[in-house]
């Protein structure tokens, strides 16, 4: 079955970077984008950006340009997400979430970031 | 980038009720590529509807999605208690994908 596992939660100072990473299974890694969406404490989904694990292509939210990175490694199938000079309001909880939904929809457990000094 | 817009915010129902989420996009979502999640508090968002009106898998008969170019509508024919939650629109027919603000729909 599809799987996305993503490492555990972070506590970071405000301007220090944080990068997740979300392991897949069960499916073609490179057949499918891999999305990232963080959700702040008691606020909405905030979409952040794409990568396609086939070609390392990627596509940002004009909120996060310059200041996220999204990559991948093919050999253990698995994305990441890094995140610079992080400030108090990016405390939330970042997920990953594989596209071709006409295939199922599937997201990572989610990882808590918290900046805090 | 394409915003939407979801109304109401707050729907308060009993269940055996019947809820009509509405979502509307500043522009036309090509392919009608809107997809609608549920989340409850703690977990991850589910996927419902995608193409606008497809079921994912396991979801059940209860939950239907209509609409089309920037009008878009999430029922949910009749409320089982497991049903409160908030329910998120998304666009993924541009980059960048956008999700609205979300509706809960709460026990009234």
Redesign the interface.
Known sequence: QVQLVQSGAEVKNPGASVKVSCKASGYTFTDFNMHWVRQAPGQGLEYMGVINPNTDGTNYAQKFQGRVTMTRDTSIRTAYMELRSLQFDDTAVYYCSRGGYESGGYWGQGTLVTVSS | ?IVLTQSPGTLSLSPGEGATLSCRASQTVSSNNV?W?Q?KPGQ????LI??AS?R??GIPDRFSGSGSGTDFTLTISRLEPEDFA?Y?C?Q?GR????????TKVDIK
């Open positions: 980038e997809a999640f989340q991850r968002p589910r996927l995608f193409g497809s994912a898998s908030v998120y998304q993924y980059a960048p994908l956008t999700f609205g603000p979300g």
